[in-house]
C-alpha cells in the first residue's frame, strides 16, 4: 500500500466516486512533455527547459530525474546544450536571443496558444489595438503580449477592468484571450466589452482552447451532483483553478485542488456521499488513480465514469526530434 493511503476506516462507509471525462493532460501538454523526453534521448542530458514545461509539480520533478534543467531566462543556459522553451509560449526575444547566441532550441508552445500569437499579429498588422483578456504574470499573457510592441496590447483580467478600459486613440480595437481561462469568466468580460465597443469584431474561432472547455463542463457535471469535487493539478495551474471555481459556481458544496493524494484532508469527506475526481491539463493519470485508490482504501467505494466528450487531437512533434 503506498505511504499516503490511510489506514482503512472500521465500518467503511460507502461513497460513490466519480471520474469526470476527459480529464488530465492534453494534447499539448502531452506534445511539450515528449518534446523534453526525445530531447533528453536525442542529446543526451542536459536539457535546459526554460520555465517549468507545463505547471506541474510531479512532470516537473520526473524530467528533472531524466537530465532535464528547469531554468528563469536564457542567460542560465550554456551556448552548446539544447533549450527547449515550455508549452506556454515564449515572447519573441526569446528566440531572437536563442539564435543570436547559436543555440540549438526546440519551441514546445502549445499550437492553440501559437494559433493566439497569429492572431494578435494578424490584427496588429491591420492596425488594430488588441485587448487581451487574461491573468497578469501568467507566462501565457507575458509570452502573448511578447509578440508585439510595448503597448500593442492592453490586458484586461477583469469585468472591472473592462469598465475601465481607455481605446488608445481612435484605434480600432480586436480582443484575444488567454487559452486555459474559465469560459464563463470570459464570456461576462467579452459582453462588458462589446457593450462599451459595440464594433468589437468577433473572434475567428474561440481562443479558449477545447482542452479547457471540455474538462469545464465536465467539471460542472460533477458539481451538479457531488458534494466534493476534488481536482488534481499544482496551484501554479491556471486551468486547473479554474475547475475548482467551475465545480463551485456548478454546485459543489466544497472543492479543492490538491497536487496529489497526500494533500487530501479526509475531515473534507464528513457528510459527503458522492466526490467528484478531476484533474487539469497537465496532471498525469497515475495521480488520479491514485487518489481513487487512496478514496477507495478508506470507503466502500464505488467508482463510475462520467460520459464526456472523447478527445482524438494530437499535435506533430518538431521536425528535430522525428528525422
Keep these: 500500500m503506498n505511504a499516503h493511503v490511510p489506514p482503512p476506516s472500521p465500518e467503511r462507509r460507502p461513497i460513490a466516486v466519480r471520474l469526470a471525462t476527459p480529464r488530465g493532460f492534453c494534447a499539448g501538454v502531452d506534445r511539450a512533455i515528449q518534446i523534453v523526453e526525445r530531447a533528453i534521448e536525442k542529446y543526451g542530458a542536459p536539457v535546459y527547459v526554460r520555465h517549468e514545461i507545463v505547471h506541474n509539480r510531479h512532470v516537473v520533478e520526473r524530467l528533472k530525474a531524466m537530465g532535464a534543467v528547469f531554468v528563469k531566462e536564457l542567460d542560465e543556459c550554456p551556448d552548446d546544450r539544447p533549450v527547449v522553451f515550455s508549452a506556454h ?26 494559433k493566439v500569437h497569429v492572431e494578435a499579429e494578424r490584427h496588429h498588422a491591420a492596425g488594430r489595438h488588441i485587448v487581451l483578456i487574461g491573468h497578469a504574470g501568467h507566462p501565457e499573457v507575458i509570452g502573448t503580449m511578447g509578440q508585439l510592441p510595448p503597448g500593442a496590447i492592453s490586458l484586461v483580467e477583469t469585468e472591472e477592468d473592462a469598465e475601465r478600459f481607455e481605446r488608445p486613440g481612435d484605434q480600432p480595437l480586436a480582443y484575444a484571450t488567454q487559452t486555459t481561462l474559465s469560459v464563463d469568466d470570459t464570456a461576462g468580460i467579452l459582453k462588458v466589452l462589446k457593450r462599451r465597443f459595440p464594433e468589437l469584431p468577433d473572434p475567428h474561432k474561440e481562443d479558449i482552447c477545447y482542452a479547457t472547455t471540455n474538462r469545464q463542463e465536465a467539471v460542472k457535471t460533477l458539481g451538479q451532483g457531488c458534494e466534493l469535487v476534488l481536482v488534481v493539478g499544482s496551484k501554479n495551474s491556471s486551468n486547473s483553478a479554474r475547475l475548482v471555481e467551475v465545480a463551485m459556481r456548478a454546485g459543489a458544496r466544497d472543492a479543492r485542488l490538491v497536487d496529489d493524494a497526500s494533500q487530501v484532508d ?11 475526481v478531476t484533474a487539469g491539463a497537465s496532471a498525469p493519470e497515475p495521480l488520479i488513480a491514485a487518489l ?30 522525428t528525422a
Excluded: H, N, Q, Y
Design 89 to 114: 509560449g515564449v515572447p519573441k526575444s526569446v528566440p531572437a536571443t536563442a539564435r543570436s547566441r547559436e543555440m540549438l532550441f526546440l519551441d514546445a508552445t502549445c499550437p492553440l496558444v501559437s
Design 266 to 276: 479526509w475531515a473534507w469527506f464528513d457528510g459527503v456521499d458522492t466526490v467528484g
Design 292 to 321: 481513487v485508490e487512496a478514496i477507495a482504501a478508506r470507503f466502500d467505494a464505488v467508482v463510475s465514469e462520467d460520459a464526456g466528450a472523447r478527445e482524438t487531437v494530437t499535435f506533430k512533434l518538431p521536425r528535430l526530434l
